[in-house]
T-cell receptor
Framework: ETGVTQTPRHLVMGMTNKKSLKCEQH?????MYWYKQSAKKPLELMFV???????ENNSVPSRFSPECPNSSHLFLHLHTLQPEDSALYLC?????????????FGDGTRLSIL | GENVEQHPSTLSVQEGDSAVIKCTYS??????FPWYKQELGKRPQLIID?????GEKKDQRIAVTLNKTAKHFSLHITETQPEDSAVYFC????????????FGTGTRLLVSP
């Protein structure tokens, strides 16, 4: 399934770098999500965009900055990250029409902070 | 807010046996309960979901049951196969205009030939 594509697949960066993660969905969905997946922890919801408007910010530090320029694209801008931010970052999309619909995930970006 | 607990954290079975994974949730307003399978190095994939207006749903070897009164739901896999080996996550959400899934901590299922 290639409905949700994330790039890059792997990223190594220093704490002072600035980088961006990209997510693109080809499913015609209108809601997009960023999750953080760390070892031995449940998936943590970070941000939700519905119809290109941010509707949820789950107490995420400001060093993570999301951007949703249109309903097909979602970015996560990274700046001055900490070692504990090393994790798998997953993007997902769904048809957000007020009725719960399945979320479809991308393969994720494995982020390592040096 | 919602809290989802999942048990067991690891489960080892022999091929052909059944496997059961259980989750409990705290928010009585939750009405959607998906299950995801994540193989090593791969994306979580939806395998089955259930809404609060039904008590059971089945898809071939996989079934999910929901007890709204007790606020728990379970995943049942029958006739397990080695390719069923993966981490399984349960989740819960309510209708809020957008979907806010709260996930369990995952169950690592190992099916031995």
């Amino acid at each position: 399934e290639t409905g949700v594509t994330q790039t890059p697949r792997h990223l190594v960066m220093g704490m002072t770098n600035k980088k961006s993660l990209k997510c693109e969905q080809h499913l015609g969905h209108n809601a997009m999500y960023w999750y953080k997946q760390s070892a031995k922890k449940p998936l943590e919801l970070m941000f939700v965009y519905s119809l290109e408007e941010r509707v949820e910010n789950n107490s995420v530090p400001s060093r993570f900055s999301p951007e949703c320029p249109n309903s097909s694209h979602l970015f996560l801008h990274l700046h001055t990250l900490q070692p504990e931010d090393s994790a798998l970052y997953l993007c997902a999309s769904s048809q957000g029409n007020g009725v719960n619909q399945p979320q479809h995930f991308g393969d994720g970006t494995r982020l390592s902070i040096l | 807010g919602e809290n989802v607990e999942q048990h067991p954290s690891t489960l080892s079975v022999q091929e052909g046996d059944s496997a059961v994974i259980k989750c409990t949730y705290s928010d009585s307003a939750s009405n959607y309960f998906p299950w995801y399978k994540q193989e090593l190095g791969k994306r979580p994939q939806l395998i089955i979901d259930i809404r609060s207006n039904v008590g059971e749903k089945k898809d071939q070897r996989i079934a999910v049951t929901l007890n709204k009164t007790a606020k728990h739901f379970s995943l049942h896999i029958t006739e397990t196969q080695p390719e069923d080996s993966a981490v399984y996550f349960c989740a819960a959400s309510r209708n809020t205009g957008f979907q806010k899934l709260v996930f369990g901590t995952g169950t690592r299922l190992l099916v031995s030939p």
